[in-house]
C-alpha cells in the first residue's frame, strides 16, 4: 500500500504536504480538513474537491437540502418566537 503524504523541510521545520485523492494534486496539509480516525489527522480530498462533491450532491437531492433548511428555518423561527415570549413576559 502506498501512502500520498510526502514530508517537505523547511527552516521553521517540518510541514506535511499530501496528495488529493481526487484531483491529485500536491498540496499542504493547510488544504485538507481535519480527519481524526485517518493515520495522517486529515481527509483524503482537499478543501475544495470536498466543496464541490457537497454542491453536486445537492443539485442530485434537492429534496433532501430542502428538508435540512426547512428544519432549519423553523428552529430559528421557534427561536424568535421564544425570545419575543420571554421580552413580553419581562414587560
Given at each position: 500500500?502506498?501512502?500520498?503524504?510526502?514530508?517537505?523541510?523547511?527552516?521553521?521545520?517540518?510541514?506535511?504536504?499530501?496528495?488529493?485523492?481526487?484531483?491529485?494534486?500536491?498540496?499542504?496539509?493547510?488544504?485538507?480538513?481535519?480527519?481524526?480516525?485517518?493515520?495522517?489527522?486529515?481527509q483524503?480530498?482537499?478543501?475544495?474537491?470536498n466543496?464541490?462533491?457537497?454542491?453536486?450532491?445537492?443539485?442530485?437531492?434537492?429534496?433532501?437540502?430542502?428538508?435540512?433548511?426547512?428544519?432549519?428555518?423553523?428552529k430559528?423561527k421557534?427561536?424568535?418566537?421564544?425570545?419575543?415570549d420571554?421580552?413580553?413576559?419581562?414587560?
Amino acid at each position: 500500500m502506498k501512502l500520498n503524504i510526502y514530508i517537505q523541510t523547511t527552516r521553521g521545520g517540518e510541514t506535511m504536504s499530501k496528495i488529493c485523492k481526487t484531483c491529485q494534486q500536491e498540496l499542504g496539509e493547510t488544504m485538507f480538513h481535519q480527519r481524526t480516525k485517518s493515520k495522517d489527522g486529515l481527509q483524503a480530498s482537499c478543501k475544495k474537491c470536498n466543496i464541490l462533491k457537497a454542491k453536486e450532491w445537492a443539485r442530485e437531492h434537492p429534496e433532501r437540502v430542502a428538508i435540512t433548511r426547512g428544519n432549519r428555518r423553523l428552529k430559528l423561527k421557534a427561536e424568535k418566537q421564544r425570545q419575543a415570549d420571554i421580552e413580553n413576559n419581562n414587560e
